[in-house]
């Protein structure tokens, strides 16, 4: 074998090594800092697909042999490695060692694993090409894999707060719309939605505009229903998406990257495909019959204890919840609270609210899903401007 051809096999073993290490990395990152059972599995089966593709180069290898390899491919690198001679062992950066976090660990290992998949599919060229193509697939789906793994973090991040989130559509309130969501947001609700089928679009912007101003004095998140323009004119925090909509990653492109796009899912397998789209939570529903919004199929608790057993991303459970089955709600699965009719409906909104809370306290105790529980949630009062 010419010195070149053995320059070549040592980088691509050291570039194999790197990037099996960065997938371990990533996969332990899922596994036990995310909980993710669906993300841990697309990391491993890359990382198994990565060892099927390194074996490609067998062929290459037996051809620049002569056809005499004793050994397999794997043995080939393996004495091609040199590691006392590797001066590249002993160089190391200023910040090479410093990690902030778990997730700045897994960021690294993506980022590592980018760049020694392209070293390899490069040098690859030069002794097959069918390996360096195959290669550079596998660099696209690391890619994907980068995503969905910061995306998944993020959301937890970003809407992993939320208790109470309520449903705002005029017609089901009982009072006055903009009152109704003042109330709310004084009883505690975290996340406010406007969901307005039939008003203008002018309309629907003002009012999301007046919204985005009141969720910001107490400190809570607006999203809008289906629109992705009207999110992203108003200053909204986000959108929510309906299987019909809109595709997530479409939806990311059209608004700031601050804001938070959730989507709706009312069986398993939707929920499986949501997961990929990596949202920012998923509605899962509805847990029972609403008058709200009717449907055939009623998803019930047991779809939303399944979706917990498949994703770590937020969920959201939508459909028929009031204080009363909130308790069996939560017992499927630690999630947010999607209420519409049993809190904008009632004469006394915020009252309604902190019904609700409690009722959630006396589920979950002091220490729920998303953060601390007050057992006695005090009334949400706007924040003081800063003076």
Same mark, same amino acid.
């Given at each position: 074998?010419?010195?070149?051809?053995?320059?070549?096999?040592?980088?691509?073993?050291?570039?194999?090594?790197? *990037?099996?290490?960065?997938?371990?990395?990533?996969?332990?990152?899922?596994?036990?800092?995310?909980?993710?059972?669906?993300?841990?599995?697309?990391? @491993?089966?890359?990382?198994?697909?990565?060892?099927?593709?390194?074996?490609?180069?067998?062929?290459?290898?037996? @051809?620049?042999?002569?056809?005499?390899? #004793?050994?397999?491919?794997?043995?080939?690198? =393996?004495?091609?490695?040199? =590691?006392?001679?590797?001066?590249?062992?002993?160089?190391?950066?200023?910040?090479?060692?410093?990690?902030?976090?778990?997730?700045?660990?897994?960021?690294?290992?993506?980022?590592?694993?980018?760049?020694?998949?392209?070293?390899?599919?490069?040098?690859?060229?030069?002794?097959?090409?069918?390996?360096?193509?195959?290669?550079?697939?596998?660099?696209?789906?690391?890619?994907?894999?980068?995503?969905?793994?910061?995306?998944?973090?993020?959301?937890?991040?970003?809407?992993?707060?939320?208790r109470l989130y309520v449903l705002l559509t005029e017609?089901?309130?009982?009072?006055?719309?903009?009152?109704?969501?003042?109330?709310?947001?004084?009883?505690?609700?975290?996340?406010?939605?406007?969901?307005?089928?039939?008003?203008?679009?002018?309309?629907?912007?003002?009012?999301?505009?007046?919204?985005?101003?009141?969720?910001?004095?107490?400190?809570?998140?607006? =999203?809008?229903?289906?629109?992705?323009?009207?999110?992203?004119?108003?200053?909204?925090?986000?959108?929510?998406?309906?299987?019909?909509?809109?595709?997530?990653?479409?939806?990311?492109?059209?608004?700031p990257p601050t804001c938070v796009v959730g989507l709706?899912?009312?069986?398993?397998?939707?929920?499986?495909?949501?997961?990929?789209?990596?949202?920012?939570?998923?509605?899962?529903?509805?847990?029972?019959?609403?008058?709200? @919004?009717?449907?055939?199929?009623?998803?019930? /608790?047991?779809?939303?204890?399944?979706?917990?057993?498949?994703?770590?991303?937020?969920? #959201?459970?939508?459909?028929?919840?009031?204080?009363?089955? *909130?308790?069996?709600?939560?017992?499927?699965? /630690?999630?947010?609270?999607?209420?519409?009719?049993?809190? =904008?409906?009632?004469?006394?909104?915020?009252?309604?609210?902190?019904?609700?809370?409690?009722?959630?306290?006396?589920?979950?105790?002091?220490?729920?899903?998303?953060?601390?529980?007050?057992?006695?949630? /005090?009334?949400?009062?706007?924040?003081?401007? /800063?003076?």
């Amino acid at each position: 074998m010419t010195s070149r051809n053995l320059a070549t096999l040592r980088i691509i073993d050291a570039n194999a090594n790197r *990037a099996r290490e960065a997938l371990r990395v990533m996969e332990e990152y899922a596994r036990f800092v995310l909980g993710d059972a669906s993300l841990t599995l697309a990391i @491993k089966e890359m990382r198994h697909s990565f060892a099927a593709t390194v074996k490609i180069l067998e062929g290459a290898i037996f @051809k620049i042999e002569g056809g005499n390899a #004793a050994n397999s491919m794997r043995s080939s690198l =393996i004495a091609a490695r040199d =590691i006392l001679g590797d001066v590249g062992r002993s160089t190391a950066t200023s910040t090479e060692y410093e990690r902030s976090d778990p997730s700045d660990v897994a960021c690294a290992a993506a980022k590592r694993l980018g760049e020694a998949l392209r070293v390899i599919e490069e040098y690859g060229k030069t002794l097959d090409s069918n390996f360096a193509r195959a290669v550079e697939q596998c660099r696209y789906r690391g890619y994907e894999l980068e995503r969905r793994l910061e995306f998944t973090r993020r959301a937890r991040e970003r809407f992993g707060h939320v208790r109470l989130y309520v449903l705002l559509t005029e017609s089901i309130c009982h009072g006055d719309w903009f009152a109704t969501a003042e109330a709310a947001l004084r009883g505690g609700a975290d996340v406010l939605q406007l969901r307005e089928k039939h008003l203008s679009d002018r309309e629907l912007l003002e009012r999301a505009q007046r919204l985005v101003e009141l969720c910001r004095k107490y400190e809570a998140m607006l =999203i809008v229903n289906d629109r992705v323009d009207v999110a992203a004119m108003s200053g909204a925090d986000g959108v929510h998406l309906g299987q019909e909509d809109l595709p997530v990653s479409l939806a990311r492109r059209m608004l700031p990257p601050t804001c938070v796009v959730g989507l709706s899912t009312h069986t398993v397998e939707q929920v499986v495909s949501a997961q990929e789209q990596t949202p920012d939570y998923i509605a899962v529903g509805p847990m029972f019959a609403s008058a709200t @919004k009717r449907q055939d199929h009623v998803a019930g /608790p047991e779809t939303l204890a399944e979706a917990r057993r498949r994703t770590s991303l937020p969920l #959201a459970a939508i459909g028929g919840i009031d204080a009363d089955n *909130a308790r069996e709600v939560l017992a499927a699965a /630690p999630c947010c609270l999607c209420v519409c009719r049993a809190i =904008i409906a009632q004469s006394d909104v915020t009252q309604a609210c902190t019904r609700l809370l409690k009722s959630m306290d006396a589920t979950v105790g002091s220490s729920g899903k998303h953060h601390t529980h007050v057992t006695n949630p /005090p009334e949400r009062r706007a924040a003081s401007p /800063p003076g």
